[in-house]
């Protein structure tokens, strides 16, 4: 359209001006009907294809693929016609290209624990892409919620691995059906925001093989992501982008990762150690992987042409694969603004958002009573659908919490708002005299998000405001806006009702709407633990380097003239102890636990069924019945988690390795069958350099949290 614009600017003839326009509606006609194409397998005329490409390429021309442009696309390449392919960040909406869907957070997902749910969101996010002419969607990112400091935990899932490794699976295979590249991200142990450039996770083998790889190892090995974005951070003293054990011995060679490893954007050090160590693609253009710094090395031979030829390849194969050089991304198919995915999102945040109290059955609202109604605090409007930086999706329409409410209740109703605790006399009396009062306060895009990290503290003001709130009005309920777990302890005793919101999205005040006022049974299970204070976090004493382990890095710049870096090494001292990891081994309990989560009916577990003995690395099945006891319909997350009380090492006292989230009308029971790996029951030996199990007995436990599991059997494996 733009064309057309400045043809007709230009008062071209009439005659040109219609073969113009021909032209233009021509190419539209073959866009329409465009379907999706999920990316075809390797095959042999894929490879020699790809060959044949880099055949006619010069060395130069090689190295020129190896950097992007224009802040989101790959280098185009006539002598090959090969065009420019689009990117886009999207951890929560397709947000890089103007206003699009924004679904709920990373964390909101996990919090559902709906792995159908999952792939949904990714085929929506795919099909939101092809309607931008995306190829490379830059997300999912899974990496662990070590901290609730972590300014990414939204866009994440949850500080558990399995979990992670479950959900991802799905999603990536979702986006990729729809002809979209997915890309997870950030390999690895990317797991706080401050200091990412210079920051080293030092961490043992084991504690990344058992903790924070296997959700990257599930994106390749299971679900076969075709994209990979390594982190900023340095891991045991190297950068990621640079990182042999990383790239090459783990994501290349045992987990056969045959796709793209990017970096992240300005996250290449050096031109010389990325390319020998796996990058295949510098982004967001080749500061350090061009011809300047790499042609004398080559013909130094500290970099093998070989090398540049394999990065060349994993670019060409995959966008062979899906296709991208014959069709057109766009598909017109696909809305631009999709009323047809706005359920989705809505659907996202109901299953995710969290009951934490309940006090007096204060909830459900009934609105035949609820006539007059405060809603206060600052991310009650306008709606707060995700976290900052480059995962915040505008959205069309989004729904604030005093919207929804509004909405929901109809012009019967008063509905009082304030985003601070009024100072007028009459005011203050709207609140007191209110049949309920409704605080929501949190995090919001300002204060959480990419870049930086947040306090575990409330920010300023606010916990100020619920006390006063609740002191007005003892019929309080507080909603929480945030990636995780943070500080309420100063006014939880004081409030009948809690809720944790995550990130909602953009349907998140219709969906806050419904589950406050019974429409809807909250579902949403903890992705994360939430503790007490910030000392007690198992992180909190190693989450911050000591100035005296710093050391200096020396690197040449991207002009080739050195450079040093001052390196913070953050060790990783509570190694496998992990949110409900260390509260479960130390017999300690947190405030809430993981998986934790409040339903308006209540459930039950019986029949626990498993083999009391079984070979070691065999397959064994686990079964149970879930009822649901109460008066209305509901959903419970049926969890299993194992314990290896014989292990010939430490272990933590129990693990997720199962679960399955089952929906129930009052008085229905589910018999869930539940299917154990030989993964599930090992461990990563450093002295074998492999995974291990140690036969003898192991306990099963199944409930619905890390601390309710009325459930056990044991089961020797021999």
Known sequence: ??????????????????????????????????????????????????????????????IELLGGITGMYTRPMPAIDLPQFKMSDASVGVRTWGPTTAYASGASLAASWDTELARKVGEALGRDARARSVNFLLGPGVNIARSPLNGRNFEYLSEDPYLNSVLVVPFIEGVQSEGVVATVKHYALNDQEYNRHNGSSDADE??????????????????????VMNSYNLVNGVHATQNEFLNLKVLKSEWGFMGVLMSDWDATYDAVAACNNGLDLEMPSPKFMNARNLLPTVQAGQVKESTIDDHVLRLLRTELRYGFTTRPQFDPDDSTYSVVDRPLALREALESITLLKNQGKLLPLDPAKVKNIAVIGPDAYPAVTGGGGSSHAQAFQPVSILTGIANLLGPSAHVFYSPFMPSD???????????????????????????????????????????QVVAANPRTIVLLTGGGGMDVSRWLDKVPALLHLYYPGQEGGRAVAQILFGRHDPEGKLPVTFDRSWDDNPSAKWYYGDPKDNTTLHTPGPNGKPLDYTIEHIKYGDKLMVGYRYWTTTGKHPLYPFGYGLSYTTFKFSNLQAPASAASGSTVSVSF????????????????????????????????????????APGETRHVTLTLDARAFSYWSEAAHKWTIDPGKFVLRAGDSSENTPLDAEIELH
């Open 1 to 62: 359209m733009r064309y057309l614009g400045r043809v007709m600017k230009n008062r071209l003839p009439l005659s040109l001006c219609v073969v113009f326009a021909f032209v233009f509606v021509s190419i539209s006609m073959l866009c329409v009907g465009v379907q999706a194409q999920a990316p075809v397998p390797d095959s042999p005329a894929i490879e020699a294809q790809a060959h044949a490409l880099l055949s006619k390429l010069t060395l130069e021309q090689k």
């Open 425 to 467: 006399d009459a005011q203050k009396k709207a609140v007191a005299q209110a049949d309920v009062a409704i605080v929501a306060v949190g995090f919001d895009a300002k204060t959480e998000g990419e870049g930086h990290d947040r306090t575990f503290t409330l920010p300023a003001g606010q916990d100020a405001l619920v006390e």
């Open 206 to 227: 084991r504690t990344m093989r058992e903790i924070y790889l296997p959700s990257f190892e599930a994106a390749v090995t299971k679900a076969h992501v075709d994209a």
């Open 625 to 664: 019945d879930v009822t649901n006891t109460g008066a209305v319909a509901g959903a419970d997350v049926a969890q299993l988690y194992v314990s290896d009380p014989s292990a010939h090492v430490d272990r933590p006292e129990r693990e997720l390795k199962g679960f399955e989230k089952v929906s129930l």
